[in-house]
């Protein structure tokens, strides 16, 4: 492999520090926004010079000193500002990387820092009572993006979705499809005034009388029941099936009330003081285990009828999880529920459980927008739009990548008229097209230049040009790029990283012929170049959950 050049420059600011005074130093490298001022910058005279007495920009004067530069790997050496010490990176070293981008292919990128640790991601997880619908959306996409972007660094990761099959949404589910089956026999029969009034209820007691023509009016409501759930279930999945995703577990939330859990986390809440009765319900001290929140009350975790809330299995759940050993547990919510996951993780600690391996993304809200208003997504009148209408109006790709282009944290607007272009205006197309062009390139070669296939060793250092060294410059940033998005768990840097690349990749094709018959060894050179630019966004692709097309 390579060499890793922020270690063997961190390294060398380390060992330069230690010979100023400096015991244990730490260095911060970051890359500068303006190319101008090199490749890696780092602060380390700011961060010491007054512990020594110095001054910043005459203590990176000493540092430099101390580096003795050039040498192999970097060409030069600035002062910039306070302080600030720019290094610029030989050629050589970003043209020898493209050998390991070539050589990895698809693994480039990979990473093993988490190698040999477990994951459990936890989302989607709506209750079968209807279909998913675009409310369902960011979430949907963001899951699938992050399970990936963990494997992408070495974790081995459990999908799972949890779910409530018994309550009141059940009830009401059931006595929808009553009703509506009634109907069928008998229209002018009442529909509950908190029924689901979707058109896939009338499906499904369609489905019924078809099977059993009207043998069912007496029937127990769990037909109904059952019928329903799987309906619902059936659609969930076929919906969840066109993103490509595919959990490993759905987690019955009924499987902690028959195998005792419920009842253990209630005695061991007793058990410890942490709750009592008032009003014939049971309070958790929720004011006591969330001290430092000032609002903090306490919470009922079982109503006056017995029923639980929300609350408790939802503790008793994520005690199922830790016990399971996962290094990493996430679960991803909406915005409402913002303030309640607190209440959860506050009782799972009061239980003495290490809540910190539990990671918890609230995604913000979406707006559909068109000529930057506010639209209502319908594709009937008095129905909901589901997820596989989204899908159906702006395809797969596309939908997965407007969910988890921006920060899941921040207000998300969704140009409905940018995601239904079908052309590069269209930022999935941009990336897209990218790679397409290249695979068409690649295709050419075979032809114009047959033994490309075959050619041996390539001179990489005929790639000169200022826009070949930028590209190279962001293709090698790749994997560091992967370890920030899963750092903090955010896809969206992947696309922002992408869309440099698709840039620098641009700009080199406008400006450096690829092909030439007359030029091989550089030809061959610019080639690689385009291999290396095309596994690179394919591999991004791969992280954030699209296709990537060979022809477009």
Not at 32 to 41: A, E, F, N, R, Y
Not at 59 to 72: G, M, R, T, V
Not at 135 to 153: D, P, S
Not at 259 to 268: F, S
Request: hydrophobic content about 40%; charged content about 25%.
């Amino acid at each position: 492999m390579i060499l890793d050049i922020k270690q063997y420059v961190s390294e060398k600011i380390k060992n330069a520090l230690r010979s100023l005074g400096i015991h244990e130093p730490a260095v911060i490298l970051e890359r500068p926004k303006d190319p101008l001022h090199g490749d890696i910058s780092c602060n380390a005279a700011m961060m010491y010079a007054k512990k020594l007495g110095r001054n910043p920009k005459e203590f990176a004067q000493s540092i430099l000193e101390q580096l003795a530069l050039p040498d192999e790997f970097i060409t030069k050496a600035s002062i910039a500002g306070p302080g600030f010490i720019n290094l610029f990176i030989a050629d050589k070293y970003y043209t020898e990387k493209l050998t390991e981008i070539n050589e990895l292919k698809g693994n480039f990128g990979r990473l093993n820092d988490n190698s040999g640790k477990t994951a459990d991601i936890e989302w989607v997880s709506a209750n079968p009572t209807g279909e998913l619908h675009t409310g369902h959306g960011r979430q949907t996409a963001l899951g699938k993006a992050i399970a990936n972007l963990l494997e992408w660094t070495g974790y081995k990761v459990t999908r799972e979705y949890y779910y409530n099959n018994a309550g009141k949404q059940m009830e009401n589910l059931a006595k929808s499809v009553y009703a509506r089956y009634r109907q069928l026999f008998e229209p002018d029969y009442p529909f509950p005034e908190d029924g689901y009034a979707g058109d896939y209820v009338k499906e499904i007691a369609a489905i019924l009388a078809k099977e059993h023509d009207d043998k069912l009016i007496d029937a127990d409501d769990k037909i109904f029941r059952e019928a329903g759930e799987n309906w619902c279930f059936k659609s969930i999945k076929h919906t969840l099936d066109s993103f490509g995703i595919h959990h490993d577990i759905f987690f019955n939330e009924s499987t902690l009330y028959e195998t005792g859990k419920i009842t253990e986390t209630l005695e061991e809440f007793k058990k410890r003081g942490l709750s009592y009765e008032k009003d014939g319900a049971i309070w958790l001290k929720t004011s006591e285990l969330l001290k430092n929140k000032k609002d903090a009350a306490d919470k009922v975790i079982v109503k006056a009828t017995g029923e639980p809330t929300y609350r408790l299995p939802d503790m008793a759940y994520h005690i199922d999880k830790l016990k399971r050993g996962y290094d990493l547990i996430i679960d991803i919510f909406g915005a409402d529920h913002g303030d309640t996951y607190k209440e959860v993780l506050a009782g799972i600690e009061g239980l003495g459980y290490d809540s910190s391996k539990i990671k918890v993304i609230i995604h913000q809200m979406v707006t559909f927008v068109q000529d930057g208003k506010p639209v209502k997504m319908s594709k009937r009148a008095d129905n909901v739009y589901t997820l596989d209408d989204l899908i159906e109006d702006i395809g797969a790709d596309v939908t997965q990548f407007f969910f988890v282009m921006r920060s899941a944290n921040t207000h998300l607007e969704f140009d409905i008229a940018l995601a239904r272009e079908q052309s590069d205006k269209n930022p999935v197309f941009y990336l897209q097209y990218a790679h397409a062009r290249i695979c068409s390139i690649l295709r050419n070669a075979a032809e114009i230049l047959p033994d490309y296939s075959s050619a041996g060793s390539i001179n990489y250092r005929l790639l000169d040009t200022p826009e070949a060294i930028s590209l190279i410059k962001v293709l090698v940033l790749f994997p560091e790029t992967v370890a920030a998005a899963a750092a903090t768990l955010e896809p969206h840097k992947i696309i922002t990283y992408l869309n440099e690349a698709a840039e620098n990749y641009h700009r080199f094709y406008h400006n450096n012929r690829v092909i030439d018959a007359e030029a091989k060894e550089l030809s061959f050179a610019r080639l690689k170049l385009c291999e290396a630019a095309r596994i690179v966004l394919k591999n991004g692709f791969d992280i954030i959950g699209i296709s990537a097309p060979e022809r477009m």
